[in-house]
């Protein structure tokens, strides 16, 4: 049966957005046949497509050393809808940020953790400006998150 990978991701000003273009590349590598992969702008994913994912990747920016507003609207509106449902969820994390992004990180750990949601790859910061050693490690990892579920890793 196909698993879904669901992406929920923000980007202001497009530095996320390359980043989430070299995740979904990865994520979508022709070998990997089992693996559904859904893009969802934050403001529009919902719960329900939450609830319906074998996997998820989450992407933001760090704003003013926390998640970006939009990501976190999306876990305000799915974190009781999901929470009950939701526990194990595989899930990684890659964020954009201009010199810092752990407050990002330790703020969305927060939430992932109250969700029992379980982090199966180390997350992916990316500072200052993007290379080409950055964006293959994006690739890596929407690659590693659809391959552990085709393969159920996860
Ligand atoms: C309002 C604002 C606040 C920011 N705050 C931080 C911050 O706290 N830490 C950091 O490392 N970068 C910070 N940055 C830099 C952004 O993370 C960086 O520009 C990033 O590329 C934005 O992602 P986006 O292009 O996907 O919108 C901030 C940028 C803006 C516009």
């Known amino acids: 049966m196909t698993k879904r990978l669901l992406i929920v ?10 980043m989430l273009d070299a995740v979904v590349a990865g994520a979508r590598d022709p070998s990997i046949t089992g693996v ?27 704003n003013f050393g926390y998640m970006s507003g939009a990501l ?3 876990f305000d509106r799915i974190y009781y809808p999901c929470l009950e449902q939701t526990q194990g969820l595989p ?3 890659f964020i954009r940020a201009g010199n810092d992004g752990l407050g990002a990180q330790h703020a969305i750990e927060r939430l992932t953790t109250g969700l029992r949601w379980r982090a199966v ?6 500072r200052g400006e993007l290379c080409d050693v950055g964006l293959a490690d994006c690739r890596l ?7 552990g579920l085709e393969a159920a890793v996860f």
């Open 141 to 147: 990892l929407g690659q590693t998150l659809s391959t």
């Open 9 to 18: 991701y923000h980007s202001a000003t497009g530095g996320t957005q390359r």
């Open 72 to 74: 976190k609207d999306f």
């Open 36 to 62: 559904e992969v859904c893009v969802r702008a934050a403001l529009a994913a919902s719960a329900a497509e939450v609830r319906g994912a074998a996997g998820i990747l989450l992407g933001t920016p760090e």
């Open 121 to 126: 790859v180390p997350p992916l910061i990316l």
């Open 91 to 93: 899930y990684g994390l």
